[in-house]
């Protein structure tokens, strides 16, 4: 979601980074080949969104940054807990991916308090951000994830994680290092995305350990294709539909 070489600004914000386990090993080949089939299509849609469209081209404004904080904290709030409960649905035939779960949830549980004193770096207020709803498509995301994670053992949502992950390891940091160069923030304003490269890039390590460990057969291939197809375009439309 593990490729973390640095890329320049303009490369970042305007054009994707090669697929997540393009490497992968021979054993989970075509689950590679067609997740990165997924991703590319996530890359070419988010080319089209408007606010990544102005980072791009560098006519984005402080408002348009403020408007992005705020409609991704309604859903990154929700992240933690729609872990914890894929957890819970792991039966003890799949404890190596209850455990990663309950690691992983653990991990991000603190993450939007990350966002929010972005927020309030750049001015927002933290009542109003705190009483905010989430947009069209956060409402979607989040509905389909703990829908999900509701299923008897979910092993599709590796597929969910190859693309939220993935979005943190390999556009994150370019994002923020854009906002930076545009509006001359400083970098505790960009702290959650700068973060995510890192962290995301770890967690993508485990991912790609998982999905090339052998335990992966043919059916819970599928699940995770789909589930990365739905999510996809779902966190799209989360970036689409600011606001609303």
Not at 186 to 212: K, P, R, S, W
Request: proline share 2%; charged share 25%.
């Amino acid at each position: 979601m593990t490729d973390t070489t640095t890329t320049t600004t303009a490369d970042a914000t305007t054009s994707g980074s090669a697929a997540p386990l393009a490497d992968a090993g021979a054993d989970a080949g075509t689950l590679a080949d067609r997740l990165a089939e997924v991703w590319i299509e996530l890359e070419e849609r988010l080319d089209q969104v408007p606010i990544l469209q102005r980072l791009a081209d560098g006519t984005v404004t402080i408002r348009d940054y403020e408007r992005l904080l705020f409609n991704l904290r309604q859903q990154v709030v929700d992240g933690s807990p729609w872990i914890s409960r894929a957890a819970s649905n792991f039966d003890i035939e799949h404890f190596t991916l209850r455990a990663a779960a309950i690691k992983h949830a653990e991990e991000e549980h603190r993450d939007y308090l990350m966002l929010e004193r972005d927020y309030v770096a750049i001015g927002g207020s933290l009542d109003e951000l705190r009483s905010g709803r989430k947009n069209l498509g956060s409402e979607a995301l989040s509905g389909y994830m703990f829908h999900y994670a509701d299923q008897p053992n979910p092993v599709g949502l590796l597929g969910a994680m190859f693309i939220i992950e993935g979005l943190g390891a390999k556009r994150a940091a370019g994002w923020a290092a854009r906002f930076q160069e545009v509006l001359g923030l400083a970098d505790n304003q960009v702290h959650f995305m700068q973060y995510h490269q890192e962290a995301d890039g770890a967690h993508t390590g485990d991912l790609e350990a998982i999905l090339t460990s052998g335990i992966i057969d043919d059916a819970a291939a599928d699940e995770i294709v789909r589930c990365a197809q739905v999510v996809a375009r779902l966190y799209a439309l989360q970036l689409e539909e600011l606001d609303r």
